[in-house]
Nanobody
C-alpha cells in the first residue's frame, strides 16, 4: 500500500509562487509515473502535470506550460510541483497521484492507482 501526502498549499496573491510536495510513504515504492491533478469548486478534476519516475519525462496541460514545473527526487520518493505566476483561475485543491505500471498516456485520472488527500491552493486577485 502506498500513501501519498501532499503539502505546500496556501493562500497567495496573483503573480506569487508556491511549491507543492508529495511524499510517498511505503516500505517499497515502485512506480512508473507521478501526476498532479486539481479540482476547483463545481468543476471536474483536471490533469495538471506528470513525470515518469525513471527517465523524468514530463507532460503538462496547456494552461500551465511555462508557469508550472514538475520534478522528482527519487531518493526521497517525493514529487514536486513548482507553481509560478499564479492566477486566480489556478485556485483549486491539488492532488498528487501515482501510476504503478506503464501506460501510453498520463493525462487520465482513472489510470492512477494511488491518490493523496489534496492540498488547497487559493490565489487572490
Amino acid at each position: 500500500q502506498v500513501q501519498l501526502v501532499e503539502s505546500g498549499g496556501g493562500l497567495v496573491q496573483a503573480g506569487d509562487s508556491l511549491r507543492l510536495s508529495c511524499a510517498a510513504s511505503a516500505r517499497t515504492f515502485s512506480t512508473y509515473a507521478m501526476g498532479w491533478f486539481r479540482q476547483a469548486p463545481g468543476k471536474e478534476r483536471e490533469f495538471v502535470a506528470a513525470i515518469t519516475w525513471s527517465l523524468g519525462s514530463t507532460v503538462y496541460t496547456d494552461s500551465v506550460k511555462g508557469r508550472f514545473t514538475i520534478s522528482r527526487d527519487n531518493a526521497k520518493k517525493t514529487v514536486y510541483l513548482q507553481l509560478n505566476s499564479l492566477k486566480p483561475e489556478d485556485t483549486a485543491v491539488y492532488y498528487c497521484a501515482a501510476r504503478t505500471s506503464y501506460t501510453t498516456t498520463l493525462r487520465a485520472a482513472w489510470l492512477y492507482d494511488y491518490w493523496g488527500q489534496g492540498t488547497q491552493v487559493t490565489v487572490s486577485s
